[in-house]
């Protein structure tokens, strides 16, 4: 998944849990945060080397997830110790952080509390901004590939997160075929299907709008246009709310870093530019 990238992979003991986290590239801090998926953060692979031109990028696993080891409980506060140490051990100043699904869900939480150390904050396609009702179809999916982690399972869930499955894999067959052999490598491990159920349980809730209305950063989301998975009313809904700028990905659904990863990147380049680094401190 990551081979010929620019990147490298230390563990760094983080709120007590081995944790696995790429980085590479030079330039101003951009934190990419996993959604709930087993792999990690493997799968920001299709995007690395266009933003590692302009960025330092850090692209940790959630503890319990992909190469990471589980905390012995994940919550919001101990989510909140991991993500201060992730950017306190990785960062010289703060990053960028763009947070994909339902961990999106746990990093707005820390950072409309406090900042959670970050400059700015990019919510990406996530349930936590209004309220939300996983589709049956998505939640009998996702039971499917939990209990029985198969090709075929997988597949049916691959629907879901993405418009155009197919064209995906046809475009990028090599790396496709070895993101979907890791993914269901990891959805075996018993520590991965334990973390899973409770990234679902709580980073599927609407995180309390008088919350956000108080975040102390600027925030900004980013959406797939078909996303099936978190429809796009909730990103309009948060807009209208709070006012935050809403960037569109067409002709993608709930991962349109791997489905059309040059819009992607052109978009979080629009976001960064509206959110400009603050100088290191001397």
């Given at each position: 998944?990551?081979?010929?990238?620019?990147?490298t992979?230390?563990r760094?003991?983080?709120?007590?849990?081995?944790?696995?986290?790429l980085?590479?590239g030079a330039?101003?801090?951009?934190?990419?945060?996993?959604?709930?998926?087993?792999?990690g953060?493997g799968?920001?692979?299709p995007v690395?080397?266009?933003?590692a031109?302009?960025?330092?990028l850090v692209i940790?696993?959630?503890?319990?997830?992909?190469e990471?080891?589980?905390?012995?409980k994940l919550?919001?506060?101990s989510?909140?110790r991991?993500?201060?140490?992730?950017?306190?051990a990785?960062?010289?100043r703060a990053?960028?952080?763009v947070?994909?699904?339902?961990?999106?869900?746990?990093a707005?939480r820390?950072c409309a509390?406090?900042?959670g150390g970050?400059?700015?904050?990019?919510i990406y396609?996530?349930?936590c901004?209004a309220?939300?009702?996983m589709p049956l179809g998505?939640?009998?999916?996702a039971?499917?590939v939990?209990?029985?982690?198969?090709?075929r399972n997988?597949?049916?869930?691959?629907?879901?997160?993405?418009l155009?499955?197919?064209?995906?894999r046809?475009?990028m067959?090599?790396?496709?075929?070895?993101?979907?052999?890791?993914?269901?490598e990891?959805a075996?491990?018993?520590?991965?299907?334990?973390?899973?159920?409770?990234?679902?349980?709580l980073g599927?809730?609407?995180v309390p709008?008088?919350?956000?209305?108080a975040?102390?950063i600027p925030?900004?989301?980013?959406?797939?246009?078909g996303?099936?998975?978190?429809?796009?009313?909730l990103?309009?809904?948060?807009?209208?709310?709070?006012?935050?700028p809403?960037?569109?990905?067409?002709?993608a659904g709930?991962v349109?870093?791997i489905?059309r990863?040059?819009?992607?990147?052109g978009?979080?380049?629009?976001?960064?530019?509206?959110?400009?680094?603050v100088p290191?401190q001397?």
């Amino acid at each position: 998944m990551l081979e010929g990238l620019p990147l490298t992979e230390r563990r760094v003991v983080l709120a007590g849990a081995a944790t696995t986290v790429l980085e590479g590239g030079a330039g101003p801090p951009l934190l990419l945060l996993h959604g709930g998926i087993e792999c990690g953060g493997g799968y920001w692979a299709p995007v690395v080397e266009r933003l590692a031109a302009r960025n330092r990028l850090v692209i940790p696993d959630l503890p319990g997830l992909g190469e990471s080891e589980p905390l012995a409980k994940l919550d919001h506060a101990s989510f909140g110790r991991w993500l201060a140490e992730v950017v306190h051990a990785t960062c010289e100043r703060a990053p960028l952080l763009v947070a994909h699904s339902l961990l999106a869900s746990f990093a707005a939480r820390e950072c409309a509390r406090d900042g959670g150390g970050v400059r700015s904050l990019v919510i990406y396609g996530s349930p936590c901004v209004a309220p939300f009702r996983m589709p049956l179809g998505l939640k009998v999916a996702a039971i499917r590939v939990t209990l029985r982690p198969t090709p075929r399972n997988n597949e049916r869930f691959e629907r879901y997160a993405l418009l155009d499955l197919d064209r995906t894999r046809a475009r990028m067959p090599d790396w496709f075929a070895a993101f979907e052999a890791y993914s269901l490598e990891c959805a075996r491990l018993r520590h991965v299907k334990r973390t899973m159920g409770t990234l679902i349980k709580l980073g599927s809730k609407q995180v309390p709008p008088a919350d956000l209305q108080a975040a102390r950063i600027p925030v900004s989301l980013l959406w797939g246009r078909g996303d099936r998975m978190i429809p796009l009313a909730l990103a309009e809904q948060a807009q209208a709310r709070f006012g935050w700028p809403l960037r569109v990905i067409e002709r993608a659904g709930h991962v349109p870093h791997i489905e059309r990863p040059d819009e992607f990147v052109g978009a979080l380049e629009e976001v960064a530019g509206g959110h400009p680094p603050v100088p290191a401190q001397a």
